[in-house]
């Protein structure tokens, strides 16, 4: 079992797995890519409704007698059907933000690398200088 579990962190660390470890760098270069739609339809879903009534039987029994008696009582049923088509903006690329280190983890030779970020970390990279030390956890390598 033990096996397993280091064998599966080495093959995920060596595909650039989900990016746990922070790394740091000097600040190269940022690119934003943007998210991509598409207009697209699909079915138009309304509730439809219908009202009846329904025949209701009741019965009370006192010193050993039984009266029945009926009552109409109002009912309803909805359920929801398909009516024409609407048309709707389909993502088909979402939103990504890019942040590119040199000498990553204080290896001069790694340059030019990529990383995908969230948003608040684009923003902080976007406000350091080029050629800044930052350090951040990276959603992933490349971008």
Known sequence: MAASVTLLACALSACGG??????????????????????????RMVEQCTTGTKKVKHTSTTKGKTRTWYTTEPTRTCKRVQQGTETYDRVVRRPRWCVELDDVDG???????????????????????????LAFTPLRTGC
């Open 18 to 43: 989900s990016g746990d470890s922070n790394v740091s760098g000097a600040r190269d270069d940022l690119r934003i890519i943007t998210k991509k739609t598409v207009t697209d339809t699909r079915p």
């Open 107 to 133: 290896n001069t030779r790694r340059d030019d690398v990529w990383y995908e970020v969230d948003s608040s970390t684009y923003t902080k990279a976007a406000a350091a200088a080029e050629g800044e030390k």
